[in-house]
Structure formats: C-alpha cells, structure tokens
C-alpha cells in the first residue's frame, strides 16, 4: 500500500515538497501554475508602483508643501527606500522561520495598504499640512514648515508602508516560483518564463510610478495618487487571497541567518578549547547523519585555512555528546564552511554599497534639479512632472539589458572565451565605473546650470539626461552582476541568503546618502548660509557635492578592483579540492 500513497505515487500527479490548503500533497494537476502564478504577479505590480511613485517625487511634496529644505527633504525619501530594502530582510527571516511566504505576503501586504491610506489622509486633510504660501518652494522666510504632529502622521504612513513593501517584496518572487515544481522538467521552463514575467511587471509598475501616477500627483491630486494606490493594493490582495484554494505551499525551511548565528555562537563559547591539527577530526556532515541529524542533503566541503576561529564551532566537547547536541552548541564543519563562504564575500558586499548612494541622488537631488528647469515639451504648454524624469533610468536599465545580451556578452566571450561573458564581478566593475562617469557628467551639468542661471536662462530639462542614463545602465550591470554573484556564490544550504545580501547592499547604500547629506549639510551651511546644499539650488553647489561622490565612489572603485582581483570563485576552490559543483539552477529576479 506504500507504493500508491499520494507523496510516493510514480505517476508524477502528487508533489512530494509541497502541500495544498489544507495541509495534503499538493496535486500537481489541481494547485500551482499560471493562474496562481498570475494572481501573485498582481502583488508585486502594485507594490512597486507605490513604493517608486511614492519616492520619486516624495521631494517636490517634502520642499512645496511641507515646507522643508533640500537636505531634509532628500533624507525622507533615502530613508523611506532605505528602510523598504532593509526590513525586506526581516520580512525573509519572518516568512523562512515563522510564517510562511504565503501569511508573509497577504499580512504585509494588509500593512502597506494600511500606510498608504495613511498617506492618503494625510495628504488630503488641511489640518495635516502646514498653510501654504506664495513660495512654491517652500524656502521663503514666511512659510511655515509643518510641525511635529503634521510630519508624524505623515512618517507614520510612509514607514508602515516601508514595513510592507519589506515584506512583500521578501517572499512574493519566492512563493510564485513555488507554484512550479523544479524537479519536473515541463514546470521547469515555466519557471523561467515566471521570472521574466516577474521582472517584467517590475519594469510596468516602475513606468506606471514615473510617468501616470507622478502624473495624477502633480496634476490630479497627491490624494488621488496615493489613493489609487490604495485602492489598487486592496484589490491586488483581494485576488491573492481568492487563490488560497489553488496554491501550492512548501515547508519551512529556516532562516539562513540563524545558521550563522549559531556558528558564530558556538564558536565563540568553545573558543579555549585547542583545535584539532587533523581537520577532519572535527564535527561534520557525515558524523551528524550517522547520529540521527537531518543534514538537509548538504555537501560536504573541504576544509579551509582562513577564519580558523569559526572551526571552533565544530569542536567535539567531550563532556556534551555529540548525539542530541544543540545547534547554538556543535556545528557541522560543512555549516562552518558555508559561513565562512559569506565571510569571504563580504569585501565585494562592501565595495558595492557606494553605488545605491550614487543611484539614492536620482531621486533626490536630480529630481530638485528638475524642477528649476524649463520641463516644457515643445510648444505644446504640457510640463514634464520633476519626478517623471526617472523614466530615463529606467528606460536606461531596459536598454542595456539587451545591448548586453545582444552584443557586449557575444563580443566578451570571443575576447576572454568565458561563456558567459563577462564574469559577475567584471560586470559589476562596469557598473560601478558607469556611476562615477555619470556623477561626474551630473557636476559638470549642475555647474553649467548654475553659470546660465545668473544671467536668468532657464536650461530645458533633458540636459540631465546623461546623468540618469549613465547611473540607469550602471544600475543594470551592477544588478546583474551582484545577484549573479551572490547567487552564484552562496553555498547551497543559505540561497535565500543572496537576496539579503543584495537588498542589504540597497539599503545601507541610501542610508549612506542620509549620512552623507547630513556631515556636508551640517559642515558647509556655516554662517547662515544654505551651504552646498541649500534650500534654493540657486544659491548653493550641489556640483560640489556631485564631485564629491565622484571622488568617493572613484576610491570605493579602487577597493573593489583589488577585492575582486584577489577573490577566488566558489568553483574553482571545490574543483582544485577535487569536488564538482553540484549543477543546480539559480535564477536571478528584480527587486
């Protein structure tokens, strides 16, 4: 009777991983596929076209309505972005630990519609915005900034929403690639064709952000913006819910960061016991099945010299046996080795955060730019809204994926006869490379606005394009190469871990560009004076500030060359220790 239960049935109908609604093997004819993959997209389209439209032109609102400067305003909107792409990390640890993908997305989801009608409120009740004034910037003397009650309301909803898009975002590409089963080659290709759906909604929610909602905003209504936000996300929820029945669930699995935790643990309270000078005299995979453990089918990796204080962890101490010890206790030599692995990767994890600070100035700086410039159209009296500007970045990141594709990779694989072309990290150099070019495209710009300003010509607007183009096609090498890097390189038992490591790369990149506004602001506004950045760009040199990032990410570009050049990948270390790589599939999605 064995040979026919549903998890162990030969014909291919019941999965073995996954379950249905209420708890049974998941049948692979009745769960999963299209039409729930479908119901998820719809997820992730409205959660990027809040989370962009609400950060583009988050600026021109902070400066003309809430009356706060420059400075204070581009710090709102790089710790809103920065806050979004940090609590993605507690959003996976919540969703791999505790509650499911599934639970994950439909209660932060709940949360950020919950911080979008906030958003909404307070955007559309007067007694929640400071009175307004001739001053459209909000940096004449006689506007009021709005108080403390008027900008914690007004926080309240941006972080709620920022809570939500961290949770959303950290398990709604994960749970649509679970409605496909990847042992089963038909699925397979399906779930490559999910992924490039999945990137292709990103890319129309970011559209829909720059272009009709930064529209509706400036010319409709912020209220009306930020309510068919709203109204969107309830109904995107509504049809994720109404798929309950037809979802394919899969196990919980953990979160990589307690793996590390607890290496970092044990080794830390066995660290005065002596290490063994055999290697292999200590704890591993081998030893922790023969005791009962579930190894979770890892791969025993060979033993390294560097960080030898974390070989600590994997210790037999003779007075705790071996057999029922704690994780937070003993550690399996190969758990070892995979921390030790994202140890190893932490030098170009570093080196790649200069480039989020770079990408944080195109929606902030660029977009106060923007709004001091002629944005007419022609003749035709239509004004290109400030924020609607980062279409070109995004029109920029779309355009090189191609080129890329179509005739820099085929060119590098006849020049280098790597087959892929480029290598992650030589990508990455270029990326980084196209950012210092277009903060130094940016300063020359800013300065040539403000040589023209006094003598009273307004510039047209699509003088800043070089600077969004270069930083888009940047965006699009260094996206491609980080994730293919940290996916390619991340041991096997801690992929989910590649996501934190990227999205932590985004996060702490725009709290740089907060820390960064802050020292200069605080330094160069001396005397009364508005400083670099002033209230009014007129009167400041925000081509300072443009050279200085220039210079920062030139010398962060030199430390990543030297990173890289002495980084040695993942399998060419297992294949000089005899060991073949294990062939599995990993898949690159947006963010």
Same mark, same amino acid.
């Given at each position: 009777m064995a040979a026919i239960l549903p998890e162990t049935a030969s014909d291919g109908k019941a999965l073995t991983d996954a379950w249905d609604y209420k708890g049974r093997p998941a049948s692979r004819a009745a769960t999963g596929g299209w039409a729930c993959a479908a119901m998820i997209l719809?997820?992730?389209?409205? @959660? =990027?076209?809040?989370? /962009?439209?609400?950060?583009?032109?988050?600026v021109p609102y902070m400066t003309?309505?809430?009356? $706060?400067?420059?400075?204070?305003?581009?710090?709102?909107?790089?710790?809103?972005?920065g806050t979004s792409f940090m609590l993605c990390l507690l959003g996976g640890f919540v969703a791999d630990t505790y509650l499911g993908r599934y639970l994950t997305i439909a209660i932060f989801t709940a949360v950020q519609a919950t911080g979008v009608m906030i958003l909404t409120i307070s955007t559309a009740a007067p007694g929640l915005r400071p009175p307004p004034c001739a001053d459209a910037k909000g940096a004449s003397p006689d506007c009021v900034p709005a108080n403390g009650t008027q900008l914690g309301v007004l926080y309240l909803g941006l972080y709620l929403t920022a809570l939500g898009t961290g949770g959303l975002k950290s398990s709604v590409s994960g749970f649509g690639s679970d409605q496909f089963d990847d042992?089963?080659?038909? @699925? =397979?290709?399906?779930? /490559?064709?999910?992924?490039?759906?999945?990137?292709?909604?990103?890319?129309?929610?970011?559209? $829909?952000?720059?272009?009709?909602?930064?529209?509706?905003?400036?010319?409709?209504?912020?209220?009306?913006?930020?309510?068919?936000?709203?109204v969107g996300i309830l109904c995107g929820l509504a049809v994720f819910l109404s798929g309950t029945r037809k979802y394919r669930f899969k196990k919980l699995v953990g979160s990589p960061l307690t793996q590390v935790a607890a290496v970092?643990?044990?080794?830390?309270?066995?660290?005065s016991l002596p290490l063994p000078s055999d290697p292999d005299m200590l704890y591993d995979v081998d030893d922790a099945a023969a005791a009962g453990t579930d190894v979770k089918g890892k791969q025993r990796?060979?033993?390294?010299?560097?960080?030898?204080?974390?070989?600590?962890?994997?210790?037999?101490?003779?007075?705790?046996?071996?057999?029922?010890?704690?994780?937070?206790?003993?550690?399996?030599?190969?758990?070892?080795?995979?921390?030790?692995?994202?140890?190893?990767?932490?030098?170009?994890?570093?080196?790649?955060?200069?480039?989020?600070?770079?990408?944080?100035?195109?929606t902030t700086f660029s977009v106060a730019q923007a709004e001091l410039m002629d944005r007419g159209v022609g003749g035709s009296g239509f004004l290109i809204p400030a924020g609607s500007l980062t279409v070109f970045l995004i029109g920029s990141i779309l355009l090189t994926v191609p080129v890329y594709d179509r005739l820099v990779a085929p060119l590098a694989?006849?020049?280098?006869?790597?087959?892929?072309?480029?290598?992650?990290l030589q990508r990455v150099f270029v990326g980084l490379l196209l950012s210092v070019a277009g903060m130094a495209a940016a300063a020359l710009i800013e300065r040539h606005r403000l040589t023209t300003s006094t003598h009273g010509v307004t510039l047209t607007v699509f003088l800043l394009m070089p600077q969004f183009v270069l930083v888009g096609a940047g965006e699009a090498f260094t996206y491609m190469g980080q994730l293919d890097f940290f996916l390619r390189e991340c041991p096997k038992g801690m992929k989910t871990m590649s996501t934190g490591l990227f999205l932590s790369t985004c996060a702490i990149g725009f709290f740089f560009s907060t820390l960064l506004v802050t020292i200069v602001h605080k330094i160069t506004a001396h005397g009364g004076g508005g400083g670099w950045l002033a209230d009014n760009l007129n009167q400041g040199r925000l081509d300072y500030f443009y050279w200085l990032l220039a210079v920062i990410s030139a010398?962060?570009?030199?430390?990543?060359?030297?990173?890289?050049?002495?980084?040695?990948?993942?399998?060419?270390?297992?294949?000089?220790?005899?060991?073949?790589?294990?062939?599995?599939?990993?898949?690159?999605?947006?963010?």
């Open positions: 719809g997820a992730e389209l409205f @959660e =990027r076209m809040t989370t /962009l439209g609400i950060a583009v032109n988050l003309g309505t809430m009356h $706060l400067g420059n400075a204070a305003a581009a710090n709102t909107v790089t710790n809103f972005i042992g089963y080659d038909g @699925e =397979r290709k399906k779930m /490559l064709r999910f992924f490039n759906w999945f990137y292709f909604f990103v890319s129309i929610g970011a559209l $829909l952000a720059v272009t009709v909602l930064v529209y509706v905003q400036d010319n409709v209504g912020r209220r009306w913006g930020y309510g068919v936000c709203a970092t643990a044990a080794a830390w309270s066995k660290r990796l060979p033993h390294s010299k560097e960080c030898r204080f974390l070989d600590h962890a994997a210790i037999v101490d003779g007075e705790t046996p071996a057999a029922g010890a704690s994780k937070w206790a003993l550690c399996t030599r190969t758990d070892v080795e995979e921390v030790k692995q994202v140890v190893r990767m932490l030098p170009i994890w570093a080196t790649t955060i200069m480039f989020w600070t770079i990408h944080a100035q195109m694989r006849r020049i280098t006869g790597n087959p892929h072309g480029l290598t992650p010398i962060n570009l030199a430390l990543f060359t030297l990173a890289a050049k002495g980084y040695v990948y993942k399998e060419k270390r297992l294949a000089d220790a005899g060991i073949e790589l294990a062939d599995e599939e990993t898949i690159a999605v947006g963010h």
